[in-house]
């Protein structure tokens, strides 16, 4: 549903201008907690979170959410003026590519092209906090990452993103919450420097750990580490050590 701002007044009468992530387990509250900036926040507690991100995003929003690994701000991936509002929000320049997220392992071949040597390989690495860079599809969005003969892929360990990817039955692009080159966020009071520019911030409380994922590239004989990450001890054993890729890192 869309959320009027009218009611802004009425919310931050009720709480302060500062929004504590929410503690909560109650699922039968309203849609959202509360507006800030013109921008409602919904909690990953809420049963319509889902529904509430989905229908932003198919309005050509830029929703964030929590993640496997950091908090994160997408859109779906075929919408070219979402991908540039993005770039926007968080001043990032166009040479910096956006990763792409799927529902499950199964989803991947929708964007990138998958050998046979790399499909044993995927479902030991994702669900999980890995990135990994395959060539992709004559398919994909041409604006998604101009210039990128290959994009990276990820599906999260995280109940609400898959929940989300598979509803909208599409994938999305997604980046850290934060302004370019500035830390990663663990709670949504991490990225407020860039609240008013989106359509829905999705408060899944405090995460736990700063470390964004692995971002592996993959070929047939081996693989390149771009960024350590999570589960980099395990991405480089299953590549090395299960599958004898040469690691060129």
Not at 153 to 160: E, G, M, Q, S, T
Not at 182 to 204: A, M, T
């Given at each position: 549903?869309?959320?009027?701002?009218?009611?802004t007044?009425?919310?931050?009468?009720?709480?302060?201008?500062?929004?504590?992530?929410?503690?909560?387990t109650?699922?039968?509250?309203?849609?959202?907690?509360?507006?800030?900036?013109?921008?409602?926040i919904?909690?990953?507690?809420?049963k319509?979170?889902?529904?509430?991100?989905?229908?932003?995003?198919?309005?050509?929003?830029?929703?964030?959410?929590?993640?496997?690994?950091?908090?994160?701000?997408?859109?779906?991936?075929?919408?070219?003026?979402?991908?540039?509002k993005?770039?926007?929000?968080?001043?990032?320049?166009?040479?910096?590519?956006?990763?792409?997220?799927?529902?499950?392992?199964?989803?991947?071949?929708?964007?990138?092209?998958?050998?046979?040597?790399?499909?044993?390989?995927?479902?030991?690495?994702?669900?999980?906090?890995?990135?990994?860079?395959?060539?992709?599809?004559?398919?994909?969005?041409?604006?998604?990452?101009?210039?990128?003969q290959?994009?990276?892929?990820?599906?999260?360990?995280?109940?609400?993103?898959?929940d989300?990817?598979?509803?909208?039955?599409?994938?999305?692009?997604l980046?850290?919450?934060?302004?370019?080159?500035?830390?990663?966020?663990?709670?949504?009071?991490?990225?407020?420097?860039?609240?008013?520019?989106?359509?829905?911030?999705?408060?899944?409380?405090?995460?736990?750990q700063?470390?964004?994922?692995?971002?592996?590239?993959?070929?047939?004989t081996?693989?390149?580490?771009?960024?350590?990450?999570?589960?980099?001890?395990?991405?480089?054993?299953?590549?090395?050590?299960?599958?004898?890729?040469?690691?060129?890192?």
């Open positions: 549903a869309v959320v009027s701002t009218q009611s007044g009425e919310h931050m009468m009720a709480r302060s201008a500062t929004v504590e992530s929410s503690k909560g109650d699922t039968n509250h309203s849609t959202t907690d509360s507006i800030v900036c013109g921008t409602p919904v909690s990953t507690a809420d319509s979170a889902v529904k509430t991100a989905c229908e932003a995003l198919c309005r050509g929003g830029v929703v964030a959410l929590p993640t496997d690994t950091i908090y994160g701000i997408c859109c779906l991936v075929h919408d070219t003026a979402a991908i540039n993005i770039y926007q929000i968080k001043g990032r320049s166009f040479s910096k590519p956006l990763a792409i997220c799927v529902a499950s392992v199964q989803d991947i071949p929708k964007c990138v092209e998958v050998a046979s040597s790399s499909s044993p390989i995927l479902p030991k690495l994702l669900p999980g906090g890995v990135t990994v860079v395959l060539p992709r599809t004559p398919s994909l969005n041409p604006a998604l990452n101009p210039g990128f290959t994009v990276g892929v990820r599906v999260p360990d995280h109940k609400f993103v898959l989300l990817c598979a509803e909208l039955g599409a994938p999305i692009a980046t850290s919450a934060n302004v370019s080159n500035g830390p990663n966020s663990l709670s949504i009071q991490d990225f407020k420097e860039i609240w008013s520019g989106l359509d829905v911030i999705v408060d899944g409380g405090q995460l736990l700063a470390t964004g994922s692995t971002v592996v590239e993959i070929t047939d081996s693989f390149t580490v771009i960024r350590p990450g999570r589960d980099y001890e395990k991405t480089v054993r299953v590549l090395s050590e299960e599958h004898h890729l040469e690691n060129l890192s």
